[in-house]
């Protein structure tokens, strides 16, 4: 895999060329910024922009007036790679707080290694409903110790509106749900990204992680996806380079709360 043309396709395609990611989100152009925008269960926030020295402190201004004038927290998603080199400083100095880095992982999916098992009593359902959309939900908030109401909501808009550009699927051990992840499709490119995967820390470290990347990965290819892409955190970047993902650069997400 060519890992410069392959990072140069994932910003053209799912970042400058991005499309809303659920029912209810638009996105915009304006000047050297993409930004989705959505309602307050949606994700708010800048996916790419093209700025240097001269117009990154406007840009960055302009979105800040943008979305506190719809009472929206967002999000502006910067990579390692993007300019101006010291954009994320400035992103701090305007009042955004950083998150912690990842790592954007990105694996062709007919290279990836596809055969990690399931430890024994433990079974995957898809969760195409209500009732599986709360297993996920209530797994996410265990593994991460977040709120899941945003992921409740949005999992179940896109079942209802959209089910061809999403897959989540819950780790059963007996009916204790104790593992969830769900597959972003994104029709018209080649990618699908790895969302959620999150198990509860009893179950840690018995292969249920590395069980659901597989599975995941087996359905894109199915559908012929080409790429599968990650933003990893620490814990799970080895996990996805064992099983054949490339660190291509890093992504950190920089919040501001009007």
Do not use: C
């Amino acid at each position: 895999m060519d890992h410069v043309s392959v990072l140069a396709l994932h910003d053209r395609d799912l970042r400058e060329g991005a499309r809303p990611d659920g029912p209810g989100s638009r996105v915009e152009r304006v000047g050297g910024v993409v930004r989705q925008v959505a309602d307050a269960q949606g994700w708010n926030g800048v996916l790419w922009s093209d700025l240097d020295e001269t117009d990154a402190d406007a840009a960055i201004a302009e979105q800040i007036a943008y979305f506190t004038a719809l009472g929206r927290d967002f999000e502006w998603k910067l990579y390692g790679h993007d300019l101006p080199t010291d954009l994320g400083q400035r992103l701090s100095a305007a009042g955004f707080t950083p998150e912690p880095q990842e790592t954007l992982m990105i694996g062709e999916v007919a290279a990836l290694t596809l055969d990690a098992q399931l430890p024994d009593g433990i079974r995957l359902l898809p969760a195409t409903d209500r009732a599986g959309i709360d297993l996920v939900a209530d797994v996410h908030e265990k593994a991460f110790g977040t709120d899941s109401s945003r992921l409740r909501a949005r999992l179940l808009a896109q079942l209802a509106a959209e089910p061809d550009t999403v897959v989540a699927v819950v780790a059963l051990a007996g009916d204790e749900p104790v593992s969830a992840a769900r597959m972003e499709l994104v029709p018209g490119t080649r990618f699908a990204g790895l969302w959620g995967g999150g198990t509860v820390e009893a179950w840690r470290g018995r292969g249920i992680y590395r069980a659901l990347i597989a599975h995941r990965a087996r359905i894109a290819a199915d559908r012929g996806y080409r790429y599968l892409q990650v933003d990893a955190s620490d814990q799970s970047r080895p996990i996805l380079e064992r099983l054949g993902f490339s660190p291509l650069t890093t992504t950190t997400p920089y919040v501001y709360e009007p």
